[in-house]
């Protein structure tokens, strides 16, 4: 690893849990000290699905994809709190969703699959891309630091994995393991099986403004399903989902849309996560002031970063329109 691609790695291995679990508001501010060991799981997950989807010399699709994969990797496999209707107080009475076949609730499987896929992996990589020398399609390790990100990744699910078990006594069946595993291994296959999708229409792009509102009113809707009763908050959610999907998918294939666009929908998702961040009661209970204050710090750097972001973008696209 050069001195170069050393500071987007260890941003990156701090970034993914501080995103996916800080910036929402699970945890307060005055639990940062759990930080470093998070990032054993959600920063080398992160920085492996960055890796392999660089080295692969593919984009978005194949990160989100490889997204989901992890995101049944900790919650299926690891934690098992798909499976696991007591993880957290007062979830088995929210749990009026649940597959029989399976065992999992189908609305928080969804909403936990999205959010790991789209905030604590992707936003995290696109940020830390846009960054001054995040060197966007580059990879960033060689063989040696990813199989060490490998073994640190694969140490911080066994020792997640082992602390949850040790609080909650529960491990899912043979056939849930088994069948997670599968769906995973599907997943991973077909990240880098999709085809490649070029530009096919001469447009320009959406305004970013636009992409940006979009972004933040469809996720916020998203995680706001919650308060609908039974199977309408799983419809609800999937309509969202799809829509978001069709939207986005559209947007791309015009020749105008670029990484201006993709950290516009970026910001969006930075900015729900933001506002819930201030407004949820993190899983340990009510914060305190401090965390409170904290709680502000947290959000207000995520919304610095996307700025220093969308600023160094804008400035590459002016260096590149000279040229």
Request: aromatic residues 8%; charged residues 15%.
């Amino acid at each position: 690893m050069t001195s170069r691609s050393r500071w987007p790695v260890a941003a990156l291995f701090l970034l993914s849990p501080l995103c996916g679990e800080y910036l929402l508001g699970n945890l307060a501010a005055s639990d940062l000290g759990a930080l470093p060991f998070l990032a054993l799981l959600y920063g080398a997950g992160t920085i492996l699905i960055r890796e392999a989807a660089r080295r692969a010399g593919r984009g978005s699709a194949t990160m989100l994809l490889l997204g989901v994969a992890y995101a049944l990797i900790e919650e299926g496999l690891v934690d098992q709190m798909l499976f696991n209707h007591h993880y957290y107080t007062g979830q088995a009475q929210e749990s009026d969703t649940v597959l029989p076949l399976i065992g999992a609730d189908a609305w928080l499987t969804i909403v936990v699959v999205a959010m790991h896929a789209v905030w604590s992996t992707y936003i995290p990589i696109a940020l830390v891309e846009a960054l001054p020398e995040g060197r966007a399609t580059r990879p960033w390790l060689g063989p040696v630091g990813t199989a060490v990100t490998a073994v640190v990744f694969v140490a911080g699910a066994v020792w997640l994995g082992w602390v949850i078990h040790g609080e909650t006594g529960f491990f899912a069946s043979a056939a849930q393991l088994a069948g997670t595993a599968l769906v995973v291994v599907a997943l991973v296959v077909a990240a880098f099986t999709l085809p490649v999708r070029r530009p096919t229409v001469d447009r320009p792009g959406p305004r970013r403004l636009l992409a940006a509102a979009f972004a933040f009113a469809v996720s916020s809707l998203f995680m706001l399903t919650e308060s609908l009763p039974g199977w309408a908050e799983v419809a609800a959610a999937l309509t969202l989902v799809a829509g978001f999907v069709v939207v986005v998918a559209r947007w791309s294939r015009r020749s105008g849309f670029g990484s201006g666009h993709r950290l516009a929908l970026v910001t969006g998702g930075v900015l729900t996560y933001a506002w819930l961040g201030l407004t949820m009661e993190p899983e340990t209970g009510p914060r305190s002031t401090a965390d409170q204050v904290g709680a502000v710090v947290i959000a207000a750097f995520a919304i610095a970063l996307v700025v220093l972001a969308l600023r160094r973008d804008g400035a590459r696209e002016r260096r590149e329109s000279r040229v």
